[in-house]
């Protein structure tokens, strides 16, 4: 009979989950959640709550005249979340119904009934306002079905059938309700932790957002950056894989006759890489404005970013210097994809493509070597990063620079605008909706004369 009372019991107790799901889903979960209840909330609480204490008993196994049921449950999750005054009006409406059944232990079971919301309620202020965990959670349960048992001996009579009935229904009946507290306690610690998760997530999607506000106000953006100088036409994009990346690139005048330029890519992603490459970057163009040619500007980077590199990060990063008079191009490769000359017949050049040079920022006291090319009026310079011979489709096969130096082909003699959207918009085509794996910066500088 024990066994019968138990598993009919814990299938009364499986409605808790039906009635956590309500919860969810209605106004008042982010209200429990965040113990902001107002009035309506709680009356909310003391509705679901009182009638699934009517529920407990509909649900109840008949013993000796009396019924095991988990009653005394909805009042306890009332007062557990609302306090006293909600788990004394859910108890209360449980209570009337089970006095309205009769039998010799209606008023003892009413009694507990109402006792056991106002138990769990004061048990609330006592934690200010906080829902327990599991484990408390049932104790508390147990020492009110408990007390439910002592008064169930106290108050009905005959004593002895009072007795033989506790000996019967006190296992399943204490088993149950324990049982359906912790499952409603378990439910609402994972609930309170997702809550928590989804809000440290929201911070760090917004601090996130941040960053990578902070991090594109850092690259110039406003094309034609230089509309008073009619000697060249330059343009760039750049679109970190994640909300922040190591790509950049930038460009300055040195002094009035020679601009430089330049584009990298740092080892890694995400914040760590952001953080490198503004470093990097800053430091490259402290460098490049006391006028010393590009080998020297990656020398002194270099030294600078190894001497306190604890992550042993690194970057590629091509430097060239344009004058604009004679259209020279003095330049220095760390590690860097090779940049493409284009003319307007479309000829394209790989600049250097058998010595890119050692990266920076790895290994301090490292030398770079400076080279020279002239650019005749029409002719582009074409940078880019690994992002863009590397994007891959769905199937994990790369864009590859055969690709590139194709699109290139077919764009020559089109506004460089146009020709680095074409790029852009034909890595986009061929990856046809995978994730994009790396950052991709594209800069492409021509010489007018």
């Known amino acids: 009979m024990v066994i019968d009372t138990l598993v009919g019991l814990i299938r009364t107790v499986s409605v808790v989950a039906v009635v956590v799901y309500i919860l969810t889903r209605s106004r008042m979960y982010s209200a429990v959640i965040e113990n902001r209840m107002t009035r309506r909330h ?71 009934t109402l006792l056991a919301g106002v138990l769990a309620g004061l048990f609330y202020r006592i934690r200010k306002n906080e829902f327990p965990g599991v484990q408390t959670a049932m104790i508390l349960m147990a020492g009110i079905e408990l007390l439910h048992m002592g008064l169930t001996l106290l108050i009905p009579r005959p004593f002895d059938k009072a007795l033989q009935l506790v000996k019967t229904i006190i296992i399943p009946m204490v088993g149950a309700n324990v049982m359906g507290i912790g499952l ?14 989804e809000s440290t ?11 990578r506000e902070i991090q594109m106000g850092i690259l110039p953006k406003i094309f034609p950056p230089f509309p008073d100088r009619p000697e060249f036409d330059l343009y760039a994009v750049i679109e970190p894989a994640r909300e922040v990346g190591g790509d950049f690139y930038d460009f300055f005048f040195t002094d009035k006759d020679h601009l430089c330029f330049i584009i990298g890519d740092v080892s890694g992603k995400g914040v760590p890489a952001s953080l490198f490459m503004a470093v990097t970057k800053t430091l490259i163009k402290a460098r490049a404005l006391t006028g010393a040619p590009p080998d020297q500007i990656l020398g002194a980077v270099n030294d600078e970013l190894s001497q306190d590199n604890p992550s042993a990060m690194f970057a590629t990063v091509f430097c060239g210097i344009l004058n604009i ?74 864009f590859t620079t055969s690709r590139l130096e194709e699109g290139l082909v077919s764009l020559a003699g089109k506004p460089i605008r146009e020709t680095i959207r074409g790029i852009a918009e034909g890595v986009t085509v061929f990856c046809d909706g995978a994730e994009q794996s790396d950052d991709i910066t594209l800069l492409m500088l021509r010489y007018c004369g």
């Open 325 to 398: 008079r004679t259209g020279d191009v003095y330049y220095a490769n760390g590690g860097h994809n090779p940049p493409y000359i284009v003319t307007p017949d479309g000829r394209i050049t790989p600049l250097a493509a058998t010595d890119p040079g050692p990266i920076v920022g790895a290994l301090d006291g490292i030398t770079y070597r400076c080279d020279k090319v002239r650019l005749r009026p029409g002719d582009s310079i074409f940078l880019y990063t690994d992002g863009v011979s590397e994007a891959m489709d769905r199937s994990e096969s790369f």
């Open 184 to 197: 409603f306690a378990f439910m609402m610690q994972n609930l309170r932790h997702e809550r928590a998760v």
């Open 42 to 112: 709680k009356a909310g609480i003391i509705v679901l709550f009182g009638l699934f204490s009517i529920y407990g008993t509909v649900g109840g196994v008949e013993i000796l005249g009396a019924i095991a049921n988990i009653r005394d449950l909805g009042p306890v999750i009332a007062g557990l979340v609302a306090g006293p005054l909600a788990g004394f009006l859910a108890g209360l409406i449980g209570a009337a119904y089970r006095y309205s059944q009769g039998g010799f232990t209606a008023v003892s079971c009413s009694l507990s």
């Open 201 to 211: 997530r929201n911070m760090i999607k917004g601090e996130l957002k941040a960053a």
